[in-house]
Protein backbone atom coordinates (compact mmCIF):
# COMPACT_ATOMS: atom_id res chain seq x y z
CA UNK A 1 0.00 0.00 0.00
CA UNK A 2 0.76 3.64 0.12
CA UNK A 3 3.36 4.88 2.22
CA UNK A 4 5.33 8.20 3.55
CA UNK A 5 8.32 8.11 5.56
CA UNK A 6 10.09 11.19 6.19
CA UNK A 7 12.58 12.16 8.47
CA UNK A 8 12.42 12.28 12.58
CA UNK A 9 12.96 15.78 14.58
CA UNK A 10 13.19 17.60 16.39
CA UNK A 11 14.65 19.17 13.64
CA UNK A 12 16.09 22.33 16.20
CA UNK A 13 17.18 25.67 13.97
CA UNK A 14 18.54 29.28 14.37
CA UNK A 15 16.59 31.97 12.73
CA UNK A 16 17.80 32.48 8.99
CA UNK A 17 19.33 28.54 8.94
CA UNK A 18 18.56 26.60 5.72
CA UNK A 19 16.15 24.09 5.97
CA UNK A 20 15.77 20.41 4.33
CA UNK A 21 13.19 18.18 5.94
CA UNK A 22 13.42 14.58 3.53
CA UNK A 23 10.13 12.78 2.79
CA UNK A 24 10.11 9.71 0.38
CA UNK A 25 7.35 8.03 -0.77
CA UNK A 26 5.63 4.59 -1.63
CA UNK A 27 2.83 4.56 -4.07
CA UNK A 28 1.14 2.67 -6.89
CA UNK A 29 0.82 4.79 -9.96
CA UNK A 30 1.10 8.46 -9.72
CA UNK A 31 0.18 10.21 -6.50
CA UNK A 32 -0.26 13.64 -6.00
CA UNK A 33 1.96 15.06 -3.29
CA UNK A 34 1.48 17.32 -0.34
CA UNK A 35 3.25 19.19 2.39
CA UNK A 36 0.83 20.17 5.24
CA UNK A 37 1.65 22.03 8.33
CA UNK A 38 0.43 22.19 12.21
CA UNK A 39 0.70 25.20 14.49
CA UNK A 40 0.44 24.23 18.10
CA UNK A 41 -3.45 23.88 18.93
CA UNK A 42 -4.32 23.70 15.11
CA UNK A 43 -5.33 21.55 12.68
CA UNK A 44 -3.74 21.08 9.74
CA UNK A 45 -3.16 23.39 6.50
CA UNK A 46 -2.06 22.66 3.45
CA UNK A 47 1.59 24.21 2.58
CA UNK A 48 2.01 23.10 -1.05
CA UNK A 49 1.48 20.50 -3.18
CA UNK A 50 2.53 19.01 -6.56
CA UNK A 51 0.31 16.88 -8.98
CA UNK A 52 2.96 15.53 -11.40
CA UNK A 53 6.93 14.70 -11.91
CA UNK A 54 8.99 17.71 -12.01
CA UNK A 55 6.21 19.61 -10.43
CA UNK A 56 7.63 22.11 -7.89
CA UNK A 57 5.36 23.33 -5.26
CA UNK A 58 6.01 26.88 -3.39
CA UNK A 59 4.60 29.13 -0.47
CA UNK A 60 5.62 31.11 1.79
CA UNK A 61 9.24 30.69 0.90
CA UNK A 62 9.03 27.12 1.22
CA UNK A 63 9.52 24.91 -1.49
CA UNK A 64 9.31 20.67 -2.71
CA UNK A 65 10.16 19.15 -6.01
CA UNK A 66 8.31 15.80 -6.89
CA UNK A 67 10.81 13.46 -7.48
CA UNK A 68 9.80 10.43 -9.64
CA UNK A 69 13.09 8.93 -9.87
CA UNK A 70 13.79 8.70 -6.16
CA UNK A 71 10.58 9.15 -4.96
CA UNK A 72 10.98 12.03 -2.80
CA UNK A 73 9.38 14.99 -1.91
CA UNK A 74 12.01 17.29 -0.12
CA UNK A 75 10.75 20.07 2.01
CA UNK A 76 13.24 23.40 1.85
CA UNK A 77 13.19 26.85 2.88
CA UNK A 78 16.15 29.32 2.58
CA UNK A 79 15.72 30.87 5.68
CA UNK A 80 13.64 30.14 8.63
CA UNK A 81 11.91 32.47 10.90
CA UNK A 82 10.73 31.60 14.52
CA UNK A 83 7.51 31.52 13.22
CA UNK A 84 7.85 28.62 11.31
CA UNK A 85 7.82 26.77 14.21
CA UNK A 86 5.38 24.04 14.08
CA UNK A 87 4.96 20.10 13.05
CA UNK A 88 5.49 19.42 9.43
CA UNK A 89 3.32 16.34 7.71
CA UNK A 90 4.66 15.08 4.01
CA UNK A 91 1.83 13.28 2.37
CA UNK A 92 0.22 11.68 -0.72
CA UNK A 93 -2.37 10.80 -2.45
CA UNK A 94 -3.24 8.24 -5.04
CA UNK A 95 -6.45 6.77 -7.21
CA UNK A 96 -5.43 3.58 -5.12
CA UNK A 97 -6.18 4.84 -1.97
CA UNK A 98 -9.58 6.71 -3.39
CA UNK A 99 -7.33 10.46 -2.84
CA UNK A 100 -7.52 9.85 0.94
CA UNK A 101 -4.67 11.55 2.22
CA UNK A 102 -1.64 8.94 3.84
CA UNK A 103 0.49 11.18 5.78
CA UNK A 104 4.00 10.84 7.08
CA UNK A 105 5.07 10.62 10.70
CA UNK A 106 5.66 14.52 11.14
CA UNK A 107 8.70 16.30 11.87
CA UNK A 108 8.73 19.24 14.37
CA UNK A 109 10.80 21.82 13.61
CA UNK A 110 11.93 24.36 16.44
CA UNK A 111 13.79 27.59 15.53
CA UNK A 112 15.30 29.72 17.61
CA UNK A 113 15.95 33.49 17.56
CA UNK B 1 -12.95 33.18 5.17
CA UNK B 2 -15.64 30.54 7.01
CA UNK B 3 -13.46 27.38 8.11
CA UNK B 4 -14.11 23.94 9.15
CA UNK B 5 -15.98 24.10 12.80
CA UNK B 6 -15.30 21.35 15.01
CA UNK B 7 -17.43 21.13 18.69
CA UNK B 8 -16.61 20.87 21.38
CA UNK B 9 -12.80 21.30 21.18
CA UNK B 10 -12.27 19.24 24.14
CA UNK B 11 -13.54 16.98 25.96
CA UNK B 12 -12.99 14.53 29.50
CA UNK B 13 -14.96 11.15 29.24
CA UNK B 14 -14.29 7.98 31.59
CA UNK B 15 -13.83 4.60 30.23
CA UNK B 16 -16.94 2.91 28.65
CA UNK B 17 -18.62 6.13 28.46
CA UNK B 18 -19.96 7.50 24.95
CA UNK B 19 -18.69 11.09 23.07
CA UNK B 20 -20.25 12.90 19.95
CA UNK B 21 -17.85 15.04 18.36
CA UNK B 22 -19.34 17.50 15.51
CA UNK B 23 -17.98 18.85 12.29
CA UNK B 24 -19.28 21.53 9.93
CA UNK B 25 -17.95 21.74 7.29
CA UNK B 26 -17.19 24.87 5.15
CA UNK B 27 -20.09 26.23 3.10
CA UNK B 28 -21.17 24.75 0.24
CA UNK B 29 -18.36 21.25 0.65
CA UNK B 30 -20.36 18.67 0.72
CA UNK B 31 -17.32 15.86 1.93
CA UNK B 32 -16.75 15.08 5.08
CA UNK B 33 -13.33 13.17 6.64
CA UNK B 34 -12.47 12.19 10.10
CA UNK B 35 -8.88 11.37 11.53
CA UNK B 36 -7.19 10.29 14.33
CA UNK B 37 -3.87 12.05 15.66
CA UNK B 38 -2.77 10.01 18.86
CA UNK B 39 -0.12 11.95 20.46
CA UNK B 40 3.26 12.04 18.50
CA UNK B 41 1.61 9.83 15.47
CA UNK B 42 0.69 10.77 11.76
CA UNK B 43 -3.54 11.53 11.83
CA UNK B 44 -5.20 8.22 10.71
CA UNK B 45 -8.15 8.44 8.16
CA UNK B 46 -11.17 6.82 10.01
CA UNK B 47 -14.32 7.59 7.23
CA UNK B 48 -15.58 9.99 4.68
CA UNK B 49 -18.80 10.86 3.65
CA UNK B 50 -20.39 12.26 0.09
CA UNK B 51 -23.54 13.57 0.16
CA UNK B 52 -24.33 12.16 2.86
CA UNK B 53 -23.07 8.47 1.68
CA UNK B 54 -20.26 7.23 3.13
CA UNK B 55 -17.65 6.85 0.72
CA UNK B 56 -14.84 5.14 1.99
CA UNK B 57 -13.96 3.41 5.26
CA UNK B 58 -10.49 3.30 6.91
CA UNK B 59 -8.84 2.27 9.81
CA UNK B 60 -12.22 3.10 12.45
CA UNK B 61 -12.73 1.00 15.28
CA UNK B 62 -16.78 -1.04 14.95
CA UNK B 63 -17.49 0.68 18.25
CA UNK B 64 -17.41 3.91 16.25
CA UNK B 65 -19.90 5.02 14.07
CA UNK B 66 -20.43 8.34 11.84
CA UNK B 67 -23.15 9.72 9.59
CA UNK B 68 -23.50 13.15 7.66
CA UNK B 69 -26.50 14.89 7.88
CA UNK B 70 -28.74 17.13 5.06
CA UNK B 71 -27.23 20.20 6.22
CA UNK B 72 -23.80 18.32 5.59
CA UNK B 73 -22.54 18.38 9.14
CA UNK B 74 -21.03 15.50 10.15
CA UNK B 75 -21.15 13.33 13.86
CA UNK B 76 -18.94 11.05 15.22
CA UNK B 77 -20.15 8.82 18.15
CA UNK B 78 -17.94 6.98 20.20
CA UNK B 79 -19.35 4.51 22.52
CA UNK B 80 -17.14 2.00 25.54
CA UNK B 81 -14.59 4.52 25.28
CA UNK B 82 -11.14 3.06 26.20
CA UNK B 83 -7.83 4.76 26.90
CA UNK B 84 -6.48 4.60 24.01
CA UNK B 85 -8.94 6.31 22.35
CA UNK B 86 -7.50 9.56 24.18
CA UNK B 87 -6.36 11.50 20.83
CA UNK B 88 -7.20 14.54 18.65
CA UNK B 89 -9.61 14.13 15.92
CA UNK B 90 -9.98 16.23 13.06
CA UNK B 91 -12.35 16.78 10.41
CA UNK B 92 -11.67 17.65 6.97
CA UNK B 93 -13.89 18.88 4.40
CA UNK B 94 -13.68 19.48 -0.03
CA UNK B 95 -15.83 19.29 -2.32
CA UNK B 96 -16.60 16.41 -4.26
CA UNK B 97 -14.86 13.05 -4.36
CA UNK B 98 -13.16 10.78 -5.78
CA UNK B 99 -10.76 12.74 -7.56
CA UNK B 100 -8.39 14.81 -5.19
CA UNK B 101 -9.58 18.27 -4.05
CA UNK B 102 -7.99 19.80 -1.41
CA UNK B 103 -9.31 18.74 2.27
CA UNK B 104 -9.47 21.64 4.61
CA UNK B 105 -9.14 20.56 8.13
CA UNK B 106 -10.94 21.97 11.26
CA UNK B 107 -8.79 22.52 14.62
CA UNK B 108 -9.61 19.10 16.09
CA UNK B 109 -11.54 17.88 19.22
CA UNK B 110 -8.95 16.83 21.82
CA UNK B 111 -10.79 13.88 23.56
CA UNK B 112 -8.95 12.59 27.00
CA UNK B 113 -10.25 9.26 28.13
CA UNK B 114 -9.69 8.63 31.78
Known amino acids: GDSVTQMEGPVTLSEEAFLTINCTYT??????LFWYVQYPGEGLQLLLK?????DKGSNKGFEATYRKETTSFHLEKGSVQVSDSAVYFC????????????FGRGTSLIVHP | AAGVIQSPRHLIKEKRETATLKCYPI?????VYWYQQGPGQDPQFLIS???????DKGSIPDRFSAQQFSDYHSELNMSSLELGDSALYFC?????????????FGPGTRLTVL
Open chain 2, 27 to 31: PRHDT
Open chain 2, 49 to 55: FYEKMQS
Open chain 1, 91 to 102: ALASSGGSYIPT
Open chain 2, 92 to 104: ASSIGTPSYNEQF
Open chain 1, 50 to 54: ATKAD
Open chain 1, 27 to 32: ATGYPS
